[in-house]
């Protein structure tokens, strides 16, 4: 089984950091990937990053968070980080943990990160 517990998010204003991370506390089994996605009110819930595993892993950002988000993923702690500066009121959103395994997708319950401007 897997359980994805998030924890980092928070009230921050804009130009301010913070720092996601990711646990799963669910058995330890080969992982494709692992990363973030986040939904804002009445919007679809969109890629953040993710780590996909391989002979060098590959990272791969949404369009809105490139050159200011950065992922890492640490696999013996089967930990996933998302460390966000540059924050905007945009960013504003339930982020959640994802994970893939096995051709199925698992997800945290979410944290909230509110973006004041």
């Known amino acids: 089984q897997v359980h994805l517990v998030e924890s980092g998010g928070g009230l921050v204003q804009a130009g301010g950091s913070l720092r996601l991370s990711c646990v799963n506390f669910?058995?330890?089994?080969?992982?494709?990937?692992m990363g973030w996605y986040r939904q804002a009110p009445g919007k679809q819930r969109e890629l953040v990053a993710t780590?996909?595993?391989?002979?060098?892993?590959?990272?791969n950002y949404g369009d809105s968070v490139k050159g200011r988000f950065t992922i890492s993923r640490d696999n013996d702690k089967n930990t996933v980080d998302l460390e966000m500066n540059s924050l905007k009121p945009e960013d504003t959103a339930v982020y959640y943990c994802?994970?893939?395994?096995?051709?199925?997708?698992?997800w945290g319950q979410g944290t909230q990160v509110t973006v004041s401007s």
């Open positions: 780590v996909t595993s391989g002979d060098s892993d590959r990272i």
């Open positions: 994802y994970l893939r395994a096995y051709d199925l997708d698992y």
């Open positions: 669910g058995r330890s089994f080969s992982v494709d990937a």
